[in-house]
């Protein structure tokens, strides 16, 4: 049989609040888990799994555009700029979740949403965009939120699911827990097939998220 595609999407914040240690923290977390994802994918070999990044601050922009098999993927760092337009993020994101150009055979679609912020936009009309779609309904959703400011309830409605919860990140050895947490537990429950994208019924996968060590004096 052939592989079925899951496609991970990162949506990362890259407003000037990320700027310093936090932009740095999270690409060097991204590029060190790619090969753990690579793990899991070669677990999964009914799964083939494709990467994608798109960043927002002043506006939303694609930063790997095309799906790239895990395989190839070599992560590209990203930067800071302005302010964080989620919703103009979510948007974007909800036109890949029509089909096409999402293939009917995909399964679930990974979105990890990581943001150290409060949304400058109107993040609630990008996030009734992506509910729209189908592929939008079933995706498997996490959420990393990066030090004190960042603004859970906006991430915890992002979920979609009162029985998940974001990530608390506020130190670099947090955000690098949960970037593999992320990285790999979403994946492998993307990988259980679903019906097809008129199924709108199914439900989130259910998950744990990891106790992450509150012992780590360099916080944010």
């Not at 899991?40 to 494709?50: E, M, R, T, Y």
């Not at 936009?121 to 779609?133: E, F, K, N, P, V």
Request: one cysteine or more.
């Amino acid at each position: 049989m052939a592989n079925r595609p899951v496609h991970f999407i990162w949506l990362l914040d890259c407003s000037y609040s990320m700027q310093g240690e936090k932009i740095g923290q999270l690409n060097y977390a991204i590029r060190e888990a790619v090969p753990e994802m690579r793990s899991v994918a070669h677990d999964n070999p009914a799964a083939q799994l494709l990467l994608r990044t798109l960043t927002f601050s002043t506006e939303a922009r694609w930063h790997h555009k095309d799906p790239v098999p895990v395989d190839d993927f070599i992560w590209q760092d990203v930067q800071v700029d302005g302010t964080t337009n989620l919703g103009e993020a979510l948007e974007v994101v909800s036109r890949e979740l029509q089909t096409p150009p999402m293939p009917q055979r995909a399964l679930k679609p990974v979105l990890a949403l990581v943001s150290d912020g409060v949304p400058t936009d109107d993040w609630r009309s990008g996030l009734r965009a992506l509910d729209a779609t189908p592929w939008g309904r079933k995706a498997v959703r996490v959420a990393i939120a990066i030090g004190a400011d960042a603004d859970r309830s906006v991430l915890q409605e992002f979920l979609g699911n009162p029985e998940l919860q974001p990530l608390d990140a506020n130190s670099p050895k947090q955000l690098a827990a949960a970037i593999r947490w992320a990285s790999t537990a979403a994946v492998k429950a993307a990988s259980q097939p679903v019906a097809g994208p008129s199924d709108i019924t199914v439900k989130q996968p259910q998950y744990a998220p990891p106790q992450l060590d509150d012992d780590d004096d360099d916080v944010w």
